[in-house]
C-alpha cells in the first residue's frame, strides 16, 4: 500500500502543478481523505488512475490553449499589418 499512495501522491501533485499552469489564479485546495489513507491498495491505485486521467486531460488542454494563443497572436498581428 505503501508505493500505491506514495504515487498517488505525487500524482495529485504534478496534476496540482499543471493547474497553475493554466490559471494563475486558480486556488488548487491539496486534500487526502482520512479515508484514503485507511483505502486498499486498490482503491488507492484507482484514485491515483483518476488523477492520472486529470493530468492527461489537463496537459491537453494546456496545449490546446497554448496553440490558442499562437493563433490569437498571429491574428493580432496580420490586423495591425492591415491597419
Known amino acids: 500500500m ?7 501522491i505525487q500524482l ?3 496534476h496540482i502543478q499543471l493547474m497553475n499552469k493554466i490559471s494563475k489564479t486558480a486556488i488548487v485546495v ?3 481523505p482520512a479515508a484514503l489513507l485507511l483505502a486498499s491498495p486498490v ?6 488512475f483518476r488523477t ?3 493530468i492527461l486531460v489537463t ?5 490546446a490553449k497554448r ?3 499562437l493563433i490569437q497572436i498571429a491574428f493580432r498581428k496580420e490586423l ?3 491597419h
Open 67 to 69: 496553440q490558442l494563443t
Open 2 to 8: 505503501g508505493a500505491a499512495f506514495l504515487l498517488n
Open 43 to 48: 482503491a488507492t491505485l484507482v484514485s491515483a
Open 12 to 14: 495529485r501533485i504534478l
Open 59 to 63: 496537459g491537453l488542454f494546456c496545449r
Open 52 to 54: 492520472l486521467i486529470g
Open 80 to 82: 495591425a499589418r492591415l
Open 30 to 32: 491539496f486534500m487526502t
